[in-house]
Structures are given as C-alpha cells and as structure tokens.
C-alpha cells in the first residue's frame, strides 16, 4: 500500500460514539480534579462530555486523530501554575484538532491565539455564556469547507500496518497524518504529561518498536537528525515514496 495513502484511512476507522454528541470532540486538562467542578457547574448547558482527559491521554489523541469531521478540543488550564509554555502546548495540539482555551482569569490571550487557538476564553465565564461560546464556535467549524481527501484505502490493508499496542496506535496515526514535519521535541511535549514531556529517549525507543513492527512491510519512519534535532516526516517505503 502506498505511503502518500496510510493518511486517509487513518480518518476513517470507525470509533465507538456516545448516545449524545457533544460540540466538543475531547476535554483535556492539566489537571483533571481541578476540571471535575467545571464539568459538573456545564452539566446543564450540554455542550461538554462529561469526562476529561489528562494532558497526554492516548484515548483522547485516539478520538481527536479520527474525528470524521473538524474535530474541536477545549483544553482546560486551571490555574496560572501553567501558563509558562502553554502557548507550545497550544501549539502542537492544534496540529491534530482544533483547540479553545479555557484559562484562568487575567491571562493574556495574544500569545495563544499566534500560537493557533480557536479561541481564548476566561474559565470563569459564566455557564450559560460559556456553552453559547462553545456552540457558537462549533457552528463555525462546521461551516468551513473539509479539505479534500484522496480515496480511502482497504482498511484490511490499513489493519495489517497499524500496531495493536495503544501508545503505538497514536503514534502511528500521528505521524501518518501529519501535513508537516514533527520535532521531536513536540512530539515529546504532545505524548508526556502535563508534569513533564517524554523524554528523547522513551520517543526514540517507541520510533525503534514502531519501525520493527512495520519493516517486515518494507516501511520506514522518514526521519532526520540535524543540530541535536530530529524531525519526524512520516513514513517511506523501499521506493523511497512517501
């Protein structure tokens, strides 16, 4: 199977679905018990799930890499504990989904909305305000035209490429989704918790389980090192194609 196509199906296996569909895809927060009190006092407007994730989570990524439409994550920050950095967390997950910020009061918006938020939003907005924010951006989601997509692949071709260990799984369909190139050090931010990215070496031994599991196929990750750096390009096949 063609590398250029692993992308598209990777959007296209189906996901186990809630009896209600949310306007948000995922909630992920940096500290889930500090969210549980928000979720409770949204309960009334429907516009969140009722569970969170911790930054990191592998189902949340999962959900978001499969959305069938524009998916839409609101990243819940509970306290200004986090506002060093946020803006590269911002930064990566907008990679995969689209991304409104809940944030505590009087932190400054600019440097998140250049860092590719949706939206800014303070997380003491009252309920009803809040759920109108969040449907209101939902709207406009799904308002804007889809990319066009190649021809799906044979899942069953799909199936035999795709690792069956979960942390392999998001890895995977990370990189075969990917428009660009990933640092490693992004990658590293993205798959770790909100206490602490991976470490280089926990990523480069996953890349080594990956590329052992797919070399049987004649696939390869596509990778350069440059500068203490490494970047992430995908996958390439014997051919060199990706």
């Not at 306007?23 to 979720?39: D, F, G, H, K």
């Not at 997950?93 to 809940?102: D, G, Q």
């Not at 090192?225 to 992430?232: H, V």
Request: hydrophobic fraction near 40%.
């Amino acid at each position: 199977m063609p590398v250029a196509e692993i992308r598209e199906t990777v959007t296209r296996l189906p996901l186990a679905e809630e009896d209600v569909i949310y306007p948000v895809s995922v909630i992920l927060s940096l500290r889930r018990e500090q969210t549980a009190p928000l979720l409770r006092a949204m309960r009334s407007q429907h516009v969140l799930p009722a569970l969170s994730y911790a930054w990191g989570s592998e189902q949340a990524y999962g959900a978001l890499l499969h959305e069938a439409g524009t998916p839409l994550v609101v990243l819940d920050v509970p306290s200004h504990r986090w506002s060093e950095g946020l803006e590269q967390r911002v930064r990566v997950l907008s990679r995969i989904s689209s991304v409104m910020v809940l944030v505590p009061d009087h932190t400054e918006s600019s440097d998140l909305l250049l860092a590719g938020a949706a939206n800014v939003v303070p997380r003491d907005t009252p309920a009803k305000e809040l759920g109108s924010r969040i449907a209101a951006e939902r709207r406009w989601l799904d308002m804007r035209p889809l990319a066009p997509r190649r021809p799906a692949t044979d899942p069953l071709e799909y199936g035999l490429l795709r690792p069956q260990q979960r942390s392999q799984q998001v890895l995977f369909d990370i990189l075969c989704s990917a428009e660009r190139p990933w640092c490693c050090h992004d990658l590293c931010l993205m798959l770790g918790t909100a206490e602490e990215p991976m470490s280089r070496r926990a990523l480069q031994a996953r890349i080594v389980r990956l590329e052992e599991r797919l070399m049987p196929y004649g696939i390869a990750v596509d990778c350069t090192t440059q500068w203490g750096r490494t970047t992430y390009m995908g996958f390439v096949d014997e051919a060199g194609t990706r």
